[in-house]
Structure formats: structure tokens, C-alpha cells
């Protein structure tokens, strides 16, 4: 999977209150937003950025546009996002939470059959530190620097980014792949572009305990990865009878993940199994990290 992060923007919802106030920031971030689309609200300027009532006219005043950032209502996401593909855009960050299961079914189908890549939905989207802001990461939380960070949730990813910044840690890059149940692009499909960026020197994965898609990557990092990597996973607290349901819960075909329990009643996940250095609370991955490099 490849992502242009240098290429032209278009926001698609920008006279949300969220679209409005995330334009800005972006924008004063140094990236490079060129349009916005809200249907009614075609001619009209928002922080200097023309607004157009359809994406089709947007690229007509301003030519390709690489990568589009929604977030309009949930119901209307699906639209706005096959409006976006039919215009050639190949980019999609789903700011917008809560897209019907369905819809979302529907979305990466179509994203499949035109390579599309899809970042969400209820993703804070992605930061390069100092250079490019695509989505609503809280920019203060980051400094330059090389480590890479992927999350689920929005809080956890930012929580930690703050940890590694008053640890003297900068980031190269930090992505939030979203926490609905269903998502498009992966932990691992990230951890690859991570593993090939020539700026990351070590990865912080943040996941959450029973996740069924934890073996699956901690197998990927194990067998995959060049770069050292270090996780957190949150929730080994967390009662057993308390579990977010997935898609892939689903499936009858795929193995269940069952996550052992020593003497002590802590939770083992599987990247302990596989011997991935991992952080039982935020705190830890500073020092963890340390190891890491020095290997």
C-alpha cells in the first residue's frame, strides 16, 4: 500500500463545525489544502479555501486532487466517498464515526475494485510532525523526530504521542486507523509503509486487549518487520465478559484468539507470546523503546 502525504487536499464537509475549525489547522500546519465541498455552499471562501457544491467542479478549478478528508454525517459518508472515487480521488481519511456497517461493507468493495486506499472511519486521520497534518490529531501533542505510531483510538494514539514527546521521543509519523468495527486499511498495511519510511527508526503499536486481529499482527511484526517495534495494549483489566464485537467475530472459519492468564491473573496477549517488547501502562514505552534501539 502507498499514500501520498505531500499532495493537494480537498475537504469534503467543510462547513461542518469540525470540517471549519480542522481546515484551518491544517492548513496553518503546512498542509496543502486547495478546495472544500458543501453542497449550498458553492462560491463562497472558508480561511481562503474555494468551496464548491460537488467534488467535480472542485477538481476542474484546481486539477488532481490526491487525498480527500470527510466529514460530513455518518449516513452521508458513503456518498460523499463514492463521490470522491468517481472523481478519481484515491486517498479517502474517514473523519467521520459511526458509518453504518453496511455502508462501510459497501465503501471497501468499491475501494478494492478501484485501489483506493481507505483510512477510517473515526480516525483522526494522519500527522507527519512539523510538516503535514491530514485529519484532527492534536498537533501540539507531536514533535519531529523517528519513531512511527499506529493506533486504533484517537485518545490512546494522542495520549502516547504525548508520552513520547515529554520523554524526548519525536515522531516521524503517526496514524489512527480508526476504532468502528469495521475499518479500511490495517495495522499491518501501515506497519509496512512505517517499516520503508526512511525517517522511522522504531514503530509504537497501540492495540487493546482481545482484539481478534492481535495474532495476525503480532505474527506480521515478528515475520515482517526490519524495525524494532514496541507495544501497548490497553484494557488487560478489562473483564473477561466485556468485549467489542467485530466483523470478523463473525466468520466461523476463523480461529479464536484466546488470551492466556498467568498466576497473577494478568493478561498474556500475543505479542508477549512472540516476544515483542510490550508496555503495561503508557509510561513504560520510553524506556522500552531505549532497549529497542540500543539491540
Not at 503546512?30 to 467542479?57: C, H, K, M, R
Not at 515522531?171 to 520503508?196: E, T
Request: glycine share 10%.
Amino acid at each position: 500500500m502507498n499514500f501520498t502525504l505531500d499532495g493537494k487536499v480537498l475537504i469534503q464537509g467543510i462547513t461542518e463545525p469540525l470540517g471549519a475549525i480542522y481546515a484551518a489547522k491544517m492548513k496553518d500546519y503546512g498542509t496543502n489544502v486547495v478546495a472544500g465541498v458543501s453542497p449550498g455552499y458553492g462560491g463562497q471562501t472558508i480561511y481562503d479555501i474555494p468551496v464548491f457544491d460537488l467534488v467535480e467542479p472542485a477538481l476542474s478549478a484546481v486539477g488532481t486532487i490526491d487525498t480527500t478528508i470527510i466529514f460530513v454525517s455518518p449516513y452521508l459518508a458513503l456518498d460523499a466517498a463514492k463521490e470522491a472515487i468517481a472523481a478519481g480521488i484515491r486517498q479517502i481519511i474517514l473523519i467521520s464515526g459511526g458509518i453504518p456497517p453496511l455502508d462501510m461493507v459497501h465503501l471497501l468493495r468499491i475501494a478494492e475494485q478501484t485501489q483506493t486506499t481507505i483510512l477510517g472511519p473515526n480516525s483522526l486521520g494522519i500527522i507527519v510532525p512539523g510538516k503535514w497534518l491530514l485529519g484532527t490529531h492534536p498537533e501540539e501533542f507531536y514533535t519531529p523526530g523517528a519513531v512511527g505510531l499506529i493506533g486504533c483510538s484517537g485518545s490512546l494514539t494522542s495520549e502516547i504521542a504525548l508520552e513520547l514527546t515529554q520523554a524526548g521521543f519525536g515522531q516521524s509519523m503517526a496514524v489512527c486507523i480508526g476504532s468502528d468495527s469495521i475499518v479500511g486499511s490495517s495495522l499491518p498495511q501501515w506497519l509496512q509503509i512505517l517499516d520503508k519510511d526512511k525517517n522511522t527508526k522504531a514503530v509504537v503499536v497501540v492495540g487493546e486487549i482481545g482484539d481478534r486481529n492481535e495474532q495476525t499482527l503480532a505474527e506480521y511484526i515478528v515475520e515482517k518487520m526490519a524495525k524494532p517495534v514496541v507495544a501497548y495494549i490497553a484494557g488487560r483489566h478489562t473483564p473477561d465478559f466485556k468485549h467489542q464485537d467485530y466483523l470478523s467475530d463473525f466468520i466461523p472459519s476463523k480461529p479464536e484468539l484466546k488470551t492466556d492468564v498467568d498466576k497473577k491473573g494478568r493478561k498474556i496477549t500475543a505479542f508477549e507470546h512472540k516476544k515483542i517488547p510490550v508496555a503495561q501502562r503508557p509510561s513504560q514505552i520510553p524506556d522500552l523503546l531505549k532497549k529497542a534501539l540500543k539491540k
